[in-house]
């Protein structure tokens, strides 16, 4: 089946830093990417959607600047947290998928682990 | 407003036991249905996938039922085991774009 990788799968910063999480289809080409964050004992709260090449489209509510996506080929994105803090604090899962459209299926990467400290 | 609801939010059943999830919808317009497993601390693992003409499906002990008109899905485990433990997330797609609306989950724990 298709796999999607994530790096790092865990990370701890200072408070003010950034830090960036990288998303990886390896062995499918991604059209799409997804970026969503989960919360202890909550379900997966979407982000941003990314298109290769393209700029990403952000869900209201999530700060564009502050959350940098970058889709730069068809097989990796980057979501950079920037001046990150105690309240960014979360599990964050990209999502890749072949073709744009509800019957293309989305392959979930294993998540990184954000702690700011 | 498209909302996924599943219930009970949390079920612990005895090893070997089988036991069955509930998932009901308002996702319009509908395109399918998936049944994910969520390990604590990993993504999700897609189970099963239904589009609306199907009302069921099997993935080895997993079996997703499907009714369109009512709106309802269910995931039936059987014979359960301990690395059944896990979250069980059920989403929706609409037909358009990649959006998908997710359920809650139940977590389950299944014990010795």
């Known amino acids: 089946g298709a796999v999607v990788s994530q790096h790092p799968s865990w990370v701890i910063c200072k408070s003010g830093t950034s830090v960036k999480i990288e998303c990886r289809s390896l062995?499918?080409?991604?059209?799409?990417m997804f970026w969503y964050r989960q919360f202890p004992k909550q379900s997966l709260m979407l982000m941003a959607t990314?298109?290769?090449?393209?700029?990403?489209?952000?869900e209201q509510g999530v700060e564009k600047d502050k959350f940098l996506i970058n889709h730069a080929s068809l097989t990796l994105s980057t979501l950079t947290v920037t001046s990150a803090h105690p309240e960014d604090s979360s599990f964050y899962i990209c999502?890749?998928?072949?073709?744009?459209?509800?019957?293309?299926?989305?392959?979930f990467g294993p998540g990184t682990r954000l702690t700011v400290t | 407003k498209n909302q996924v609801e599943q219930s009970p939010q949390s079920l612990i059943i005895l090893e070997g036991k089988n036991c069955t999830l509930q998932?009901?919808?308002?996702?319009?317009?509908?395109?399918?249905l998936r049944w994910y497993k969520q390990d604590t601390g990993r993504g999700p693992v897609s189970l099963t996938i239904?589009?609306?003409?199907?009302n069921t499906k099997s993935n080895g002990r997993y079996t997703a039922t499907l009714d369109a008109d009512t709106k309802q899905s269910s995931l039936h485990i059987t014979a359960s085991q301990l690395s059944d433990s896990a979250s069980y997330i059920c989403?929706?797609?609409?037909?358009?774009?990649?959006?998908?609306?997710f359920g809650g989950g139940t977590r389950l724990m299944v014990k010795p």
């Open positions: 999502s890749a998928s072949p073709g744009t459209g509800p019957t293309y299926e989305q392959y």
């Open positions: 062995d499918f080409q991604a059209t799409t």
């Open positions: 990314s298109n290769e090449g393209s700029k990403a489209t952000y």
């Open positions: 998932c009901n919808y308002t996702v319009s317009p509908f395109s399918n």
């Open positions: 239904m589009t609306f003409s199907e």
């Open positions: 989403v929706v797609s609409v037909w358009a774009g990649n959006m998908l609306t």
